[in-house]
């Protein structure tokens, strides 16, 4: 793609003098000099090689080469102010946003947030997924949701999951895992960011003979579990992201050994500072929702 263009204030000053016929008129919208404007005017003009205005005794005429870019220059400028909005305009006053984890928001979240646009269809929500949780930007997100241990110093946290540590695979490499020392054999997936990870459910199951670090890391549990399913490895599921690979049967348990661990997902918001109207609204409903997920299990 070519990025050759005129610079923006350029053609801010010819729109806004083919808009009002007067270099004038457009200064004084601007809030630029009257010089300034012609200027930059000129300037386009001969960055283009065409002259886009004629000068008359008190009075500016478009060209034909003028006419013809003046709706083209216009279009910019109303498709940026758009994708601009769009992206940033009125967040705080209309706009909740909430910012979650790829795996959870995909394998936990969108299968449930139907359920809140139904009970709150004049409610807007933009979900931001992240990769590595950053630090919490309270001008750019509301809510945040978080994997850990639920301990954040200047933040109040809902624990929203309760996560167990699962092996998963296909059933082709289930059916020759007899017991936990086989995948000694096996490539083990790991995922990088959590701290209670192979090494723990290994501890657990006595499995001596595997070594907890070997095999293959991933940034996202989304990825281990796409190797896993083209038969690359052994994943190690979390309960609140893994629901969908177990109930498609894509993978499956080789083992019966579910371990429960303290980490887990958990809603975050500050402690101090103005809320969003509607941050309420998307707790409760979530909180409600992870409670009848823990049930369910």
Same mark, same amino acid.
């Given at each position: 793609m070519s990025h050759q263009m005129p610079p923006l204030p350029w053609l801010r000053a010819f729109e806004a003098s083919a808009r009002h016929l007067s270099f004038t008129n457009a200064a004084s919208e601007l809030n630029l000099t009257q010089a300034a404007i012609s200027k930059q005017v000129k300037l386009l003009e001969h960055y283009l090689k065409e002259p886009l205005f004629e000068r008359l005794p008190r009075s500016l005429a478009l060209t034909k080469v003028g006419a013809a870019y003046l709706p083209k220059v216009q279009d910019a400028f109303e498709r940026l102010s758009a994708g601009t909005l769009e992206v940033f305009g009125g967040r705080r006053a209309e706009m909740l946003s909430v910012r979650a984890p790829i795996g959870y928001?995909? +394998?936990?979240?969108?299968?449930?947030?139907?359920?809140?646009?139904?009970?709150?269809?004049?409610?807007?929500?933009?979900? $931001?997924?992240? $990769?590595?949780? *950053?630090?919490?930007?309270?001008?750019?997100?509301?809510?945040?949701?978080?994997?850990?241990?639920?301990?954040?110093?200047?933040?109040?946290?809902?624990?929203?999951?309760?996560? $167990?540590?699962?092996? @998963?695979?296909?059933? *082709?490499?289930?059916?020759?895992?007899?017991?936990?020392?086989? @995948?000694?054999?096996?490539?083990? @997936?790991?995922?990088?960011?959590?701290? *209670?990870?192979?090494?723990?459910?290994? +501890?657990?199951? %006595?499995?001596?003979?595997? +070594?907890?670090?070997?095999?293959?890391?991933?940034?996202?549990?989304?990825?281990?579990?796409?190797?896993?399913? +083209? %038969?690359? %490895? $052994?994943?190690?599921?979390?309960?609140?992201?893994?629901?969908?690979? @177990?109930?498609t049967g894509r993978l499956v348990r080789p083992f019966d050994l579910a371990l429960p661990i303290d980490e887990c997902f958990y809603l975050v918001l500050p402690e101090q500072g103005p809320a969003h109207p509607d941050a309420h609204l998307f707790r409760e409903w979530l909180l409600t929702e992870a409670a009848a997920a823990a049930e369910s299990h």
């Open positions: 928001a995909v +394998n936990w979240l969108a299968a449930r947030l139907p359920h809140f646009m139904a009970a709150h269809p004049k409610t807007n929500v933009r979900i $931001v997924s992240s $990769v590595w949780a *950053e630090d919490f930007e309270a001008e750019r997100y509301d809510l945040d949701i978080r994997y850990g241990f639920g301990h954040w110093p200047g933040f109040h946290a809902d624990r929203l999951t309760w996560e $167990v540590l699962e092996p @998963l695979c296909l059933p *082709e490499i289930a059916a020759r895992l007899r017991e936990p020392d086989d @995948l000694a054999k096996e490539r083990l @997936l790991h995922v990088l960011g959590y701290q *209670e990870g192979w090494a723990t459910w290994l +501890n657990a199951a %006595g499995a001596s003979l595997v +070594n907890p670090g070997s095999g293959l890391h991933l940034d996202t549990s989304l990825m281990a579990f796409e190797v896993a399913a +083209n %038969g690359a %490895g $052994v994943a190690l599921g979390r309960r609140s992201m893994s629901g969908k690979e @177990l109930a």
